[in-house]
């Protein structure tokens, strides 16, 4: 995929979901249950973070590299050059992978 | 079109939403898929931005001229000389393209 | 019409829709759909602003005289003298006609 | 009605709605639309201000005998020495008429 | 009754509802509307006022021996010594009757 | 019961809830009505105060050894050593008994 | 287990939960009642705390290791090297086991 020339708005991220085997390589299996389905993913592009009312803009917990875990059914799905993205906030986000 | 004699307010903007096809050339597709359906258009006008409790606006992320993509559902639909147009708040757009 | 008796409170503005026919001279059409239906008008009166957390009043965007365009089911149809005229709050006012 | 001998909490009004009768002497009536049906009446009784997060009460903008226009299913109804009263909040008026 | 031996918490009163019978004698009658009934009765017992963002607590409107109007469907019910009474938030009380 | 090894976070309580019997002694019987079942216990543990924007923990208003009236569906039940308890927010709890 | 390879964001923690047979030792037991269902588990992760608009993040009140009582039905299912874990909230945690 070449570079992406999308860059999101606020405390929004672009994730590339991982398929669903290549999980398996890095040890974490997220089980398809019927009560919420995390899925995990690369961050491929990083927003400048919430406008906060100090005036500030949050600093993001995540950067563009970073594995992510997140609800399967957050975010908006979005396909540039033939591959599948996501974008999510950052609050959809449950943690990353080390 | 003319130029728009159409001012939003606070943090809206004025969106003119692309054909399908267009979207093919500049490299991104955006699905029909049933969960959520993102649009791609150019925007034509900006509010003022957010009046904040501090009592300042809240400057926008986005001005006339940028491709954003933003969710099918949010916003009004306007026609102004014959054109589609959609008024949407700036939390309405997920990214702006590059 | 007489001039208006009329003070709306806080961030409130009364507004005199217009016909449909008449928003053709203007350039702008505002279809039926059925997602949302935003409808043209001109401001007769307007309120003091809404009361903030540090005591003073937020000034108004909208003055009288302006043409403003507004989603179609907001606010509260009133009639004076035999004219329709509409109390909306200056949130439900999506933006001013130049 | 002799001296009424109540005195609403926070930013309450008591008002007495006027009949449907009388409205067409100020000039305005207020249609039965099936949207929302806003009422005319007097303002009978004030309270003394919400109080606010920095601890002094926010002024009505409205006083004992005011003429104003609010939503008809709004507030509570209650009834003294024969007479009907509305029990509303200050934001449940849309407008004074002058 | 002997003296109440309960103590409210935050912005919380205790009221002691009165018989449909003796609303009569102070010249106010609660219609039984379908819209909303509100009912009169005497505080008994008051809690020391919510804890605001500030760290102090609001004082209290009301005091022990006022008689108020509530709405009937606020608050709890509960039992002492054989009396019916109601805990109630200070903002379930529309009025104080002087 | 042995000292109880729980320690609630933020602005919990853990309550042991009295049987029907016991509330004849202290005089407050808490009917069983259709609209809200409030219920008498003894606090067993507190937690350390909800923290406030401000990073201070806003102090509780009960404590350990304190009876108090609680509304009967809030919190969760947990059993430790044979005893049901009730893990409730301090919000959820109605009054105390002096 | 290997150290666990997952960093939760804001004030998240994982879980892995306990068998119900271990929840005996510790002499509690959590009834499997309708009305709600706490779990027992041990934190193995903790996030940064959640941040805070004063721009500070708040410091969590658990910590790795500790032996926590939550709702069951909050948070999210993963599974790591075979072993399930679950992602919650600080404030899906009722209380610390001593």
Known sequence: MAKL???PLDDRVVVKPEDAES??????VLPD?????PQRGKIVAVGPGKL??????????VAVGDTVI???YGGSNIEVDGVELKILRESDILAKVL
């Open 23 to 28: 999980t398996t390589a890095g040890g974490i």
């Open 52 to 61: 906060m009312d100090s005036g500030v803009r949050g600093e993001l917990s």
């Open 33 to 37: 249950s019927a009560q919420e389905k």
């Open 70 to 72: 997140f609800g399967k």
């Open 5 to 7: 020339n999308l860059r």
